[in-house]
């Protein structure tokens, strides 16, 4: 069979405008007076993935004309002090969202810790509130990762409605959430989805049975060649850090598709770095432009 020319999509070139579009938005908000909004984070310990995702999101704060503060505690704070802090930025009238960056240490618990935050200043939509609205479509902050990818397939004009798609991932952050967006009755969405995971069965004829892929296993080249229909439209949530003699970090972000072999039986299919991984950045900004406006809740 003839390889079918894929087309890439580019989180990275998506967000970029994204950011622009926000930029331009908070210009007007301080032009016209208005409160510039302002993103909290906290960070607790010396995780690599995690100092390096919140100070990317604190420079693409600054970038977009945010106020941003960075909390950042060592691995032993006790559970108590950081249900403090929380409770502190709950208070705070200038602190419009604010997130406390997963995973966290093992003494902590952290369902303790969403539960305590307003969910009316959940940037990251992990508090049962915004998880429950979001199931019901209602109004809420939607999780970052979803809400990118959900942006991506939209930014691409990418039809959904009545294809399969396939979950391969059962995480509260994304795997959940995924499906209930995809299966949702809404563009994007419509889809009949299929939800596997570690103790699926099959697993490999659900996926040759799917015209939309997301793949959020945190399994690095999980998903093959010949797992993949032709045509397919593949994304890819995987950000493993694999060791590297090559970059200069001494790691390389590898994704849970392997590349070369599906990209050539995609329509599109997101690169790692580049693809998804932007995407959630942006849409942790776009929820805290949204809670900066009160466009949610008031
Ligand atoms: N850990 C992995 N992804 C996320 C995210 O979107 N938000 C937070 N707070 N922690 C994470």
Redesign the pocket.
């Known amino acids: 069979m003839e390889e079918q020319h894929y087309q890439l999509l580019d989180g990275k070139a998506v967000s970029a405008q994204m950011k622009k579009e926000m930029a331009e938005e908070v210009a007007q908000i301080k032009a016209a007076g208005g409160k510039i909004p302002h993103l909290a984070?906290i960070l607790v310990g010396h995780d690599g993935g995690?100092e390096t995702?919140v100070a990317s999101k604190v420079k693409t704060c600054l970038e977009i004309g945010f106020k941003s503060t960075l909390i950042s505690f060592e691995e032993d704070v006790t559970e108590d002090e950081l249900l403090r802090k929380v409770d502190e930025l709950n208070n705070d009238p200038d602190v419009d969202g604010f997130?406390?960056?997963?995973?966290l240490p093992k003494h902590i618990s952290e369902q303790k810790v969403i539960e305590a935050i307003d969910y009316r200043k959940d940037v990251?939509g992990?508090h049962p509130i915004n998880v429950g609205r979001m199931s019901i479509g209602l109004p809420c902050f939607v999780?970052?990762?979803p809400a990118g990818i959900l942006e991506l397939l939209k930014r691409y004009h990418i039809e959904t409605q009545g294809k399969h798609c396939v979950v391969l991932g059962r995480s509260n952050?994304v795997g959940k959430p995924m499906a209930t967006l995809m299966m949702q009755k809404a563009y994007p969405g419509d889809c009949t989805v299929t939800v596997c995971h570690s103790r699926s069965k099959n697993l490999k004829e659900m996926c040759l049975a799917a015209d939309i892929i997301i793949v959020a296993l945190g399994v690095p080249e999980f998903l093959k060649g010949d797992m993949v229909k032709e045509g397919a439209v593949i994304v890819d949530v995987g950000t493993t850090r694999m060791p590297s003699s090559v970059t200069k970090s001494g790691f390389k972000l590898t994704g849970d598709v392997l590349f070369n072999e599906v990209a050539p039986k995609c329509s599109y299919i997101t690169p790692v770095p580049g693809g998804v991984g932007p995407m959630?950045i942006i849409s942790?900004m776009r929820n805290t432009l949204l809670a900066g406006k009160k466009a949610i809740y008031k």
Not at 99 to 103: A, E, M, T
């Open positions: 984070a995690s995702y997130i406390v960056q997963l995973p990251d992990f999780s970052a990762t952050i959630t942790l």
